[in-house]
Nanobody, 133 residues
Framework: QVQLLERGGGSVQAGGSLTLQCVYF????????VAWFRQAPGKERVGVAA?????????????NYADSVKGRFSIARDDSKNTVILQMNDLMYEDTAMYYC?????????????????????WGHGTQVTVSP
């Protein structure tokens, strides 16, 4: 059974940085699509960043970001550690939310990079990010 373990959330002042990590188990599992979503209180869950890899470990096919985080957030994966990383810089109060890691075995430009939540069948439990103004 595939499981995701998220870590790295916390509290930070506006302008600060945080790094989120998502480790997926078992090691033999290789999702072609990985992403981060977030949900703020009273709002819907939305995609933040997604990364596709169809040619095996160590080769990425593309990434996409929500407009609100472009230039500030960066998604990457360390395939040697089965880890998806979301580097968040220049954080703003509006980034406050519960952040969820999500993976899918398959890739498509529209569903994966388009961050269609229906494409992702494995989700983490979430990690809270709180940014104070």
């Amino acid at each position: 059974q595939v499981q995701l373990l998220e870590r790295g959330g916390g509290s930070v002042q506006a302008g600060g940085s945080l790094t989120l990590q998502c480790v997926y188990f078992p090691f033999a599992f290789f999702p072609e699509c990985v992403a981060w979503f977030r949900q703020a209180p009273g709002k819907e869950r939305v995609g933040v960043a997604a990364l596709g890899a169809t040619r095996g470990r160590g080769v990425n096919d593309g990434s996409n970001y929500a407009d609100s985080v472009k230039g500030r957030f960066s998604i990457a994966r360390d395939d040697s550690k089965n880890t998806v990383i979301l580097q968040m810089n220049d954080l703003m109060y509006e980034d406050t939310a519960m952040y969820y890691c999500a993976v899918a075995p398959s890739f498509s430009d529209s569903s994966c990079l388009g961050m269609d939540s229906r494409h992702f069948n494995i989700w983490g439990h979430g990690t809270q990010v709180t940014v104070s103004p």
